[in-house]
């Protein structure tokens, strides 16, 4: 159940103000009542301030994206809540994710980036615990290069299997695996010999200063641009239509 302000025009959602708080404001009493919350669109947990905690997120009544998060230990009924508009979410878990603000595969992914990302903080003003999420950054060149970064970042962490901060070996072969699908989106498999061919092109053309190794400072500029490079390779097959190979037919059959 939520308080809300069933008189004003927004339904103001009241739960997160101290009770005394509204109980002392006498015209505001008489507006206020209780309103059933919405069901969750997505459950998680997670470590907040140190305590395990539930997290639910709903698509509120006046459409807002609610973040509640409560302890696991019913004893102690800890509770928290916070709501934003979902433009201001995307933004924020955009940054998080080193994507941008469209790329969301889904609304699920969106929220749990959003479970993941929110946190509790001590507000400077009051002293008091409060749950947020970062806030987005700045608009402006500085953005879109930060963007950029962890855009990289995101996709070296997924290949850098053991974390020593160089591509090399099995590591080099799942990048050329990305680079092959992400050009045959058909489902078309890659060879044993091409992958081999296209690793050795990648370090040939990546990484000519290291020894069969690749650091996160050649992949970064190679890896925005090939990113660019398939976003319009897949626009234009889809003016166009994907093509998928026939496969040859065996010998002694027609």
């Known amino acids: 159940m939520q308080l809300r302000n069933v008189k004003s ?47 639910d997120i709903t698509r509120d009544i ?5 973040i509640t998060a409560y302890s696991m230990d019913h004893l102690r009924g800890t509770s928290f809540e916070v709501a934003y508009d979902e433009k201001y979410c995307r933004e924020s878990m955009a940054d998080c994710e080193g ?7 889904s609304l699920d992914h969106l929220y749990t980036a959003l479970a993941e990302n929110c946190e509790i903080l001590r507000e400077k003003e009051t002293d008091m615990l409060a749950l947020s999420i970062p806030a987005p950054p700045p608009d402006g060149p500085t953005m879109e290069k930060e963007l950029a970064r962890k855009r990289a970042k ?35 498999p890659i060879t044993e010999r091409e992958k081999a061919k296209l ?34 390779f897949r626009a234009l097959q889809k003016k166009h239509g994907v093509k998928k190979k026939k496969k040859k037919n065996k010998k002694g059959t027609k």
Not at 36 to 54: D, E, K, T
Not at 160 to 180: F, I, P, S
Not at 203 to 211: D, Y
């Open 199 to 232: 690793t050795r092109k990648l370090l040939k053309r990546i990484a000519v200063k290291h020894n069969g190794q690749m650091t996160f400072d050649d992949f970064h500029d190679w890896f925005l641009k090939t990113c660019d490079e398939i976003e319009a």
């Open 154 to 188: 995101k996709k070296w962490d997924s290949l850098d299997a053991d974390g020593n901060g160089t591509l090399e070996g099995d590591e080099l072969n799942g990048l050329a695996e990305w680079v092959w699908t992400s050009f045959h989106p058909g489902g078309e």
């Open 99 to 105: 994507i941008e603000a469209h790329e969301f595969e």
């Open 62 to 66: 006046d459409d807002q994206i609610l």
């Open 9 to 55: 025009e927004a339904k103001e959602n009241l739960s997160s103000r101290p009770w005394n708080e509204i109980k002392s404001d006498q015209i505001l009493i008489k507006d206020v009542d209780l309103v059933l919350r919405p069901v969750p669109v997505h459950v998680s947990q997670n470590a907040l301030y140190g305590m395990p905690m539930n997290i």
